[in-house]
T-cell receptor, first 113, second 111 residues
Framework: EAQVTQNPRYLITVTGKKLTVTCSQN?????MSWYRQDPGLGLRQIYY???????DKGDVPEGYKVSRKEKRNFPLILESPSPNQTSLYFC????????????FGSGTQLSVL | EDQVTQSPEALRLQEGESSSLNCSYT??????LFWYRQDPGKGPEFLFT???AGEEKEKERLKATLTKKESFLHITAPKPEDSATYLC????????????FGQGTTLQVKP
């Protein structure tokens, strides 16, 4: 089954404790992206990658890191999480440059205390 | 700066009561406008892509249309299962790789 898999589904952590949210797709997609979704602000892009070893900043990259060492995986790293990073995070992938049909993961609800 | 505004923020309909959702956009060189559906606790699910003014796409009770400044998602005779948040997004030529989303319209259809 074609899918984007994110883990964990829920995560509660404390300020400053490094964490990684994993994202994997099995569709051989070139493009992958991370979004955060907050009430009243909609979906905002954090980082995206158009190919292996190529990543670019989205609209809200501060406090986040990503890597794309292989095509299927695109982890999101929070080196020192802060409470304002409490949010619902989505990973997505698409075959083309990101302007085509996006497949989204199920989301990761992160709470930073 | 590319921008997407959706209205209304929330919409309540009775089953069978048709209506439209609006997506107004400002983008340099529109390469595509997209509609997604999002159910509570789930990731958005792709509905339509529109590329040029005048284009229309249909799927069951949904019909998406596009002009040079806005897109409409028409819902004909909605059913309770159409209840969801509908998201609009644009992809412009000046921001390759970036998809700009609107804040969404939350639709509730009562039986």
């Amino acid at each position: 089954e074609a899918q984007v898999t994110q883990n964990p589904r829920y995560l509660i952590t404390v300020t400053g404790k490094k964490l990684t949210v994993t994202c994997s797709q099995n569709m051989n997609h070139e493009y992958m992206s991370w979004y955060r979704q907050d009430p009243g602000l909609g979906l905002r892009q954090i980082y995206y990658s158009m190919n292996v070893e190529v990543t670019d900043k989205g609209d809200v990259p501060e406090g986040y890191k990503v890597s794309r060492k292989e095509k299927r995986n695109f982890p999101l790293i929070l080196e020192s999480p802060s409470p304002n990073q409490t949010s619902l995070y989505f990973c997505a992938s698409s075959l083309g440059q990101g302007g085509e049909k996006l497949f989204f993961g199920s989301g990761t609800q992160l709470s930073v205390l | 700066e590319d921008q997407v505004t959706q209205s209304p923020e929330a919409l309540r309909l009775q089953e069978g009561e048709s209506s439209s959702l609006n997506c107004s956009y400002t983008v340099s060189g529109l390469r595509g406008l997209f509609w997604y559906r999002q159910d509570p606790g789930k990731g958005p699910e792709f509905l339509f892509t529109l590329y040029s003014a005048g284009e229309e796409k249909e799927k069951e009770r949904l019909k998406a249309t596009l002009t040079k400044k806005e897109s409409f998602l028409h819902i004909t005779a909605p059913k309770p299962e159409d209840s969801a948040t509908y998201l609009c997004a644009v992809y412009g030529s000046s921001n390759t790789g970036k998809l700009i989303f609107g804040q969404g319209t939350t639709l509730q259809v009562k039986p």
